[in-house]
């Protein structure tokens, strides 16, 4: 798997890993994803964010949450 996309400089966003270089975290792009459904509307506010970068993010993230099992409470079960 090539994330070339995603780059670390510890002299740009306090060495958060960024998207090609810019002024856009990884985090950053994940909380755009969950505030602009509509990736047309999220293209329009952010045109230098490319479909390979937003492909490339949630792979990144989603490589953290690998084999870890988080117990959630009760409460947040689903009722039939």
Do not use: W
């Amino acid at each position: 798997m090539k994330l070339d996309r995603i780059t670390s400089n510890p002299n740009r966003m306090n060495g958060q890993p960024c998207i090609r270089n810019l002024r856009l975290t990884v985090r950053r792009v994940i909380e755009l994803l969950a505030t602009y459904p509509d990736r047309a509307e999220l293209h329009q506010e952010f045109p230098e964010l490319e479909d390979e970068d937003i492909r490339q993010v949630l792979i990144f993230a989603s490589s953290y949450l690998d084999d870890r099992i988080i117990e959630l409470p009760n409460r947040y079960e689903a009722v039939a």
